[in-house]
């Protein structure tokens, strides 16, 4: 079995800076993609960047410039630094990633609790 632990989530004003992270624990042999997505309310959950385990990435158009995800093969995780924070951004951030849990080429896509993010004055 595998968990996602996210943190970092909280209230911050326009303009101001986030760091979310997530680890994986359990039974991992090997990580596959990571990313990010959120689910603002009333709205879909959507993406908003992904990194594959060898550092290319993707952004969501509207976090582009702004967002900026890590991740560390060594200890299994994946962050996202956000900055120039807008109240669009506001949503709950879920965690993603696809395991490798034998030496098999097979994966399994699993999801962090979710942490909120709240931008307001």
């Known amino acids: 079995q595998v968990q996602l632990v996210e943190s970092g989530g909280g209230l911050v004003q326009p303009g101001g800076s986030l760091r979310l992270s997530c680890a994986a624990r359990?039974?991992?042999?090997?990580?596959?993609?990571m990313g990010w997505y959120r689910q603002p309310p009333g709205n879909q959950r959507e993406l908003v960047a992904s990194?594959?385990?060898?550092?290319?990435?993707n952004y969501a158009d509207s976090v582009k410039g702004r967002f900026t995800i890590s991740r560390d093969n060594a200890k299994n995780t994946v962050d996202l630094q956000m900055n120039s924070l807008k109240p669009e951004d506001t949503a709950v951030y879920y965690c993603?990633?696809?395991?490798?849990?034998?030496?098999?080429?097979?994966?399994?896509?699993?999801w962090g609790q979710g942490t909120q993010v709240t931008v307001s004055s």
């Open positions: 993603n990633a696809w395991v490798y849990t034998t030496p098999r080429p097979i994966t399994t896509r699993y």
């Open positions: 990194i594959s385990s060898d550092g290319s990435t």
């Open positions: 359990g039974s991992i042999f090997s990580m596959g993609s």
